[in-house]
Antibody, heavy 116, light 109 residues
Framework: QVQLVESGGGLVKPGGSLRLSCAAS????????MSWIRQAPGKGLEWVSYITSSGSAVYYADSVRGRFTISRDNAENSLYLQINSLRAEDTAVYYC?????????WGQGTVVTVSS | QSVLTQPPSVSAAPGQKVTISCSGS????????VSWYQQLPGTAPKLLIY???ERPSGIPDRFSGSKSGTSATLGITGLQTGDEADYYCTTWDSSLSVVFGGGTKLTVL
């Protein structure tokens, strides 16, 4: 069955960096676009980024463009999100999801907390 | 402020029907398919409806979707206490981004 497992979250100081990972299994990873979506505490869902199946094209929300970088390793069935210059407003649960618009499978999320 | 507008909350009694609206514009809902997600407390969202009115396998036909112009609607019939959750609409926007509604909290009284 399809599984997406995120990791890499944690507590980081403002201005710091983290690399989130999403391990995929149960489907042909290299056939699918993949996405990151986040949810701040007590708030709604916010789309962050998506990457095409080959990794040749990427798209970002305005709120993260220039600070976040999405990438993938199809040989390792893994999706990544490098997050730099972290701000308090980046505190959220970060989910990886399959597909760029119809998110048919989601991981359980990884928590990123930005605080001094 | 979300690009797509949903009511913050709706409520209805068990067994009744409820609808949740999602309002957008010609740059998003008006020219793209809408999806709906259910997020139970403390869990990841789950796809309920895609391409305006299609249900993934395993989603009961109590859940339905529709779209007209720049608005979309999620309908839930035969409400159950287990349906208490947050519901989100989403679609593609011509600004080359995915947009979500602010979410609607469903309470089954």
């Amino acid at each position: 069955q399809v599984q997406l497992v995120e990791s890499g979250g944690g507590l980081v100081k403002p201005g710091g960096s983290l690399r989130l990972s999403c391990a995929a299994s149960g489907f042909t990873f290299s056939d699918y676009y993949m996405s990151w979506i986040r949810q701040a505490p007590g708030k709604g869902l916010e789309w962050v980024s998506y990457i095409t199946s080959s990794g040749s094209a990427v798209y970002y929300a305005d709120s993260v463009r220039g600070r976040f970088t999405i990438s993938r390793d199809n040989a390792e069935n893994s999706l990544y999100l490098q997050i730099n210059s972290l701000r308090a407003e980046d505190t959220a649960v970060y989910y990886c999801a399959r597909d760029p618009v119809v998110f048919d499978y989601w991981g359980q999320g990884t928590v990123v907390t930005v605080s001094s | 402020q979300s690009v797509l507008t949903q009511p913050p909350s709706v409520s209805a009694a068990p067994g009744q029907k409820v609808t949740i609206s999602c309002s957008g514009s010609s740059s998003n809902i008006g020219n793209n398919y809408v999806s709906w997600y259910q997020q139970l407390p403390g869990t990841a969202p789950k796809l309920l409806i895609y391409e305006n009115n299609e249900r993934p396998s395993g989603i009961p036909d109590r859940f339905s979707g529709s779209k007209s112009g720049t608005s979309a609607t999620l309908g839930i019939t035969g409400l159950q206490t287990g349906d208490e959750a947050d519901y989100y609409c989403t679609t593609w926007d011509s600004s080359l981004s995915v947009v979500f509604g602010g979410g609607t909290k469903l309470t089954v009284l």
